[in-house]
């Protein structure tokens, strides 16, 4: 939302914001949101060139695209909600029934079409068997006749699914699923972190498999996911337009550097910005991963957050209609096993959204690869290798790594003058991963925060490194906290 944003070198030393708000992303454009609706004119901050953070969008051949998140989950119908606030419900839109894919080094099977996060809701379904095996799928059968103890002491998802499923689904199904969606591994994950309500609905249906059932026919739609007619980043275009139509102010290109307690106004922080300004502010909003800008006015000690991983995104827009079979589907996730590809996922946009296929030109394909996991340094190094010989640059790297990927997971051979446009995009800290090590950081950043304060100013912090990944987490909390520094909700 560039045009309605100022760039560097507007911003005064001491000039006063009700609010300030450092981060563009969803989470700060909500909490912004609600300080407009309470009658106050903030400021928000973001360093980059535009707003969204993981959920912007881009043009790649003419097409509006999202460069991050292109879909949300349904559960508890709580996105959908807020869209309908923001005036845009009529844009909610379901993906293709087509189903999606997983990559193993026995070969490629369908993923469960009722599952959570690749635990199959009905482990003897055919699907289910094909990826598998029958004796894979005998095994995580066993889920509907044992004990309810079993399982019940485990913490993670991986130990949990282990133990009700076995290993082989753990394998493949659930690691190349939370890979893709969380960059971790399903033993660093904890359940009600990456599964709110599966522990309650385990304990009532007495059964792993019954739960996700039970969880997915509360979905709305009957689908796990949905998305936005024109992309999910239309989410962030109405929030930066309600932000500054309600007199709020959006700076691009404006990174704040630090905060402190102002010594000669009390309840007043000091926000110093890249430039060397600085703003005044009874109101301070931290919507990102920014725990040194908490350091100074909470007392908050030594908090190491998880960063997640480095990703990057590769958008091949591609005439290929050879495509137009959708040979796996709305795209095909990757397990960690398979080394005959770099990518952890492939999205086959045009095939999963309706509404993009309706734009495209006949024959034309979006795909989208994602690269990068937690305890990789650089997504792109192996591709960069040989590239790097030729004397490419990393980009052109990634690009040609994900023709090669895009062919072996799509089983239809792609090539480069097939390629109309290519993009890459990447994201740092876009997916903290919910180990331990995290929540116990989360947990001491909230009890600083909660902490009564003596200086009368307002402290809060939202975003996905506190709230969880997904807009599903991200909007509530967001929410909250920008009700909190109002003074609508308690501090």
């Known amino acids: ?144 006749v044992l004990p309810a103890r079993v399982g019940a002491g485990a913490t993670t998802l991986g130990a949990l699914v282990r133990a009700r499923m076995g290993a082989r689904v753990v394998d493949r199904l659930v690691r190349p699923v939370v890979g893709g969606v969380h960059a971790a591994e399903p033993d660093e994950l904890a359940v009600d972190a990456v599964a709110p309500g599966l522990p309650g609905a385990l304990e009532t249906s007495r059964s792993l498999a019954r739960a996700v059932r039970s969880l997915r026919a509360a979905a709305p739609a009957g689908s796990a996911v949905q998305g936005l007619d024109g992309g999910v980043h239309v989410l962030v275009d109405t929030l930066a337009a309600q932000v500054t139509q309600g007199g709020g102010t959006i700076r691009t290109r404006t990174r704040a550097t630090g905060a402190r307690p102002a010594d000669d106004e009390p309840g007043t922080v000091v926000v110093t910005l890249g430039d060397g300004s600085s703003v005044r502010t009874g109101r301070l909003v931290v919507a990102g991963p920014q725990v040194e800008l908490l350091t100074h006015v909470l007392d908050l000690g030594d908090v190491a957050l998880d960063e997640g991983a480095d990703v990057r995104l590769v958008t091949l827009v591609l005439d290929a209609p050879a495509l137009d079979a959708a040979p796996r589907g709305t795209g095909v996730l990757v397990a960690r096993e398979a080394d005959d590809v770099r990518a952890k996922a492939l999205t086959h946009a045009t095939a999963k959204w309706p509404w993009l296929a309706g734009r495209a030109p006949a024959g034309r394909h979006v795909v989208r690869l994602s690269y990068g996991r937690a305890d990789e340094s650089d997504p792109a190094e192996g591709a960069g290798r040989a590239a790097g010989r030729a004397g490419l640059g990393d980009t052109d790297a990634l690009v040609a790594q994900a023709l090669v990927d895009a062919s072996v997971l799509l089983g239809v051979p792609v090539r480069d003058e097939q390629v ?39 402290v809060v912090a939202c975003g996905a490194w506190l709230a969880g990944n997904g807009l599903a987490s991200v909007i509530p909390d967001a929410v909250a906290a920008g009700r909190r520094a109002l003074g609508s909700l308690p501090h």
């Not at 309605?4 to 992303?25: H, L, N």
């Open 420 to 458: 109309v446009a290519s993009a890459v995009v990447r994201w740092t800290q876009a997916l903290p991963r919910p180990s331990a090590r995290h929540r116990e950081a989360v947990a001491a950043v909230r009890a600083a925060l909660d902490a009564p304060r003596t200086d009368g100013a307002r």
């Open 1 to 144: 939302m560039t045009a309605a944003a100022e760039g560097p070198g507007t911003e005064r030393a001491d000039e006063r914001w009700d609010a300030v708000v450092v981060g563009g992303g969803v989470a700060g454009l909500v909490a912004a949101r609600e300080l407009v609706r309470g009658g106050l004119r903030p400021l928000v901050v973001e360093g980059r060139d535009a707003v969204g953070g993981a959920v912007r969008g881009h043009v790649v051949a003419g097409l509006e695209l999202d460069a991050g998140a292109e879909s949300f989950a349904t559960r508890g119908g709580t996105v959908a909600a807020y869209l309908a606030e923001l005036g845009i419900a009529d844009r909610v839109v379901a993906p293709s029934g087509l189903g999606s894919w997983v990559h193993l080094p026995s070969g490629d099977g369908p993923l469960p079409q009722t599952g959570l996060l690749g635990i199959p809701s009905q482990p003897w379904a055919p699907d289910v068997r094909r990826t598998l095996g029958v004796l894979g799928a005998a095994r995580a059968a066993l889920d509907l």
